[in-house]
């Protein structure tokens, strides 16, 4: 009987041990995923920002090079 439970209880042992192992490797997974959809967020909002300060660039831009400035170049209030 001794033996029976020794056998059931390194079984129970070794199954346990495993899912800790596989656990781990999910989690690393996981943080996988996490990570690239940050840099995705990132990536969305600099191609974002870089339009919204490009375009203001090339407005500004074009008031400077036309000689007698347009109503529209008038500057921005506060």
């Keep these: 009987m001794l033996g029976y439970l020794s056998a059931t209880y390194a079984h129970v042992r070794a199954r346990l041990g495993g899912q800790q192992v596989r656990e781990a490797g999910v989690t690393a997974v996981e943080y996988a995923l996490m990570v690239a959809i940050i840099a995705l967020l ?5 191609y974002a920002l870089f339009n919204a300060v490009q375009t203001k660039y090339t407005d500004v831009g074009d008031c400077v090079a036309t000689e007698p400035a347009p109503e529209d170049c008038s500057p921005a209030g506060p």
């Design 42 to 46: 990132l990536v969305g909002g600099f």
